[in-house]
């Protein structure tokens, strides 16, 4: 990783899904590391990937996905959970390309404010997708950014 950032994904991290096609293709399969396994998720939108960061506050600043070529999120919400609030706040937007390969996407912040704090959570919501029925495949997910406040202080 360049520019000093960490992988914000760790064990504590918690994700969630709207929704997933079956097991063969579960959520976890979002960060274990193997080009050849996905998350897929049932027709229908928005779908969404939710994490929390249970190891403390964090301040997300690049997102990188590798979807299935013809079932990408093309219009994707940032939301985050800012540090103290439980309301979700738009972060940026993100217009991931129609194919196969990694994408990477700096998380500049709408309103700078929203992550001075850091943040206790991140959803993707993928409002629109290329697939005709609005299923969503990624292969990988990683976020990145610095850590802010440890839990509990």
């Known amino acids: 990783m360049d520019g000093g950032l960490l992988s914000l994904i760790d064990p504590d991290t918690v994700i969630r899904v709207s929704s997933t096609l079956d097991k063969s293709v579960g959520k976890k399969?979002?960060?274990?590391?193997?080009?050849?396994?996905?998350?897929t998720s049932q027709q229908g939108l928005p779908q969404y990937i939710q994490i929390a960061f249970n190891s403390g506050r964090v301040i997300p600043k690049r997102l990188i996905l590798?979807?299935?070529?013809?079932?990408v999120g093309t219009h994707?919400?940032?939301q985050v959970l800012p540090g103290g609030?439980?309301?979700?706040?738009?972060?940026?937007?993100?217009?991931?390309?129609?194919?196969?390969?990694?994408?990477?996407?700096?998380?500049?912040?709408?309103?700078?404010?929203?992550?001075?704090?850091g943040?206790?959570?991140?959803?993707?919501?993928?409002?629109?997708?290329s697939d005709f029925f609005g299923r969503i495949t990624v292969y990988?997910?990683?976020l990145e950014g610095s850590n802010t406040i440890e839990k509990g202080k």
């Open 76 to 78: 994707c919400a940032i």
């Open 119 to 129: 943040v206790t959570g991140l959803k993707l919501v993928f409002e629109k997708s």
């Open 29 to 39: 399969h979002l960060v274990d590391g193997d080009p050849g396994t996905c998350w």
């Open 140 to 142: 990988d997910l990683k």
């Open 66 to 71: 590798t979807f299935q070529g013809g079932f």
């Open 85 to 117: 609030s439980s309301d979700w706040q738009i972060l940026a937007h993100v217009y991931p390309e129609d194919v196969n390969r990694r994408q990477s996407f700096d998380l500049t912040p709408s309103e700078p404010h929203l992550v001075d704090d």
